[in-house]
């Protein structure tokens, strides 16, 4: 009886082991469930996993395989030699681990809910790694964020994970999405550098900043879209939206403000500040735009500088230099300096070529109007030079200036520095006294005395004394006398009638004399232009024309002090 009793037993404790085993409680309600013996606090409760060191765990690797998945023990300590690669190799701290059948992982005590987080600490709580490896993030299970030590990147699929490009920046979808080996790039917006492959040291900040670009270095832009299509032009910088939008290859560029310089292709070296500034340029070169709608309408004309509001704004043309508001707005052409405001804007689309235009207006008479291919210069006011009471106010150099000279003027109004023509000169003339014969009355004679003279237009004063004493008798008997002097060629007697052939009005110097005076002078000019290139000798020569045909002789007392003759050069 008593046997069969414990059969019965066995086979009821043999049922309990094939369903559910409960400790302190009749009803398990579970595969294994414990229930507290006491509730009151005068009993330790609980469940005690088997302790063991890390090193004593070690040295049962052989003992766990998939069979033991699953199993939790607590080490009391970390193994003392940690193996790469080895089951043990996290266990570094005392805690529960649990086997998942390749290693024992750490249960964590302190796990991060998707849900939020309390009591969280900034100083001991954060997301990341505690070993030098990156942090990942990612959405869809496509990379959307990476933290390491050569780059960093946030946005899905910012930062291509299989480049080897370092130190770069990417925040925003697709930004660097593409980048292979390119360095020291900042991407921030969607899209933005989001086809760099190569390029390095590129700037972008804006939604499809750069997006384009694939090996251009060194370029900024900030702006919507600013530098889009650069594919690989280098070290532009574009601020603004749509500014050096269209840009591909041109390089060395600088556009500040909206759409400034955005149809722009492969022109290089242009600047451009202001809204719309330079805004049609495609291909010029080395051109300068200062102020909204400067230089907007310009798109092949190359080293223009335009500075105002609307400076050279609707103008094609190149070298030109333009500052004011509104200043040749709307002019065509090459090589013009304007200068004011609304100067050189008279009419629609007209075309001005090497061109100087000062004004303050839109006038087709501006103040200052020189032609730079005409060499002239034209003032529509009065010209005036005052420097207060400093000497030397005006310098011409044109060849012909000299000491002493003047300005003057041809019919045309050409200016030419020349000798001033009131400067007299004295002749040297021979201490003599020449005596003209009686009864000569068709022929000049030489008095001996020559004139020499430079090129040139020249007037020879005479002041001459004369004498009738040494024919007394004559000059009561007979009738009046009229001396002339000219000038002749050669000492050879000359015609009364004939001259030097350089003679010019006045061709005589001549006095009257009454009859029965003895003394007296003779005083007049005598014009000469000496065309021969040098110094040139002329002759003195006399002759007497009496009232009654019968000719007295005279003296000439060039030995007189009264007597004299100069020259003055004229014009």
Known sequence: MKRNLVFIGLLTFSSFMYSQVGINTPTPRATLDITAKTSDGSSPEGVIFPKLTGDEIKSADAHYGADQVGTIIFATVGVSSKEAGSKTENIDTPGYYYFDGVKWMKIKENSWNIDGNT?????????????????????????????????????????????????NTAMGVSALKSVTTGRYNTAVGSEALQSNTTGDENVSIGLGTLSSSTTGNYNTALGTFSLFSNISGLSNTAVGRFSSRLNTTGSFNTSVG??????????????????????????GQNNTAL????????STGSDNVAVGYGALRSGKGSQNTILGTNAASNINGDGNIVIGYEAGTSSSGYVLNNRLIIANSSTITPLIDGNFSAKTLKTNGAFEINNGTRNGAIKIVDGTQDTG????????GVGIWKSVAISFRPLS????????????????????????????????NVTLGLEFMNSAADIYSKGSNFIRFRLGDTTRDLNIGSFSSDAMLPKLASAGFGKSEERGMVRGDLGVNNTSGANKTYYLLADNVSSTGGLVSFDVRFDWDESSITYQPIQ
């Open 291 to 298: 102020g909204n709608y400067a230089l907007t309408q310009n």
């Open 258 to 283: 909206v759409q400034s310089l955005e149809s722009n292709t492969d022109g290089s070296e242009n600047v451009a500040v202001g809204y719309v500034s330079l805004a049609a340029n495609s291909t």
């Open 119 to 167: 009591g969280t600490d900034p100083n001991i709580h954060f997301i990341g790694t505690k070993d030098n490896q990156d942090l990942i993030f990612k959405r869809n299970n496509m990379r959307s964020g990476i933290i390491s030590d050569k780059n960093t990147a946030f946005g899905y699929e910012a930062l291509n994970p299989l480049g080897s490009g370092v130190y």
């Open 429 to 460: 003339i021979p201490s003599i006294t020449y005596t003209h014969p009686a009864n000569n009355n068709n022929m000049a004679k030489y008095t001996g005395v020559p004139i020499t003279l430079p090129p040139g237009k020249w007037l020879i």
């Open 405 to 412: 000279k003047v300005l003057t003027s041809d019919a045309d």
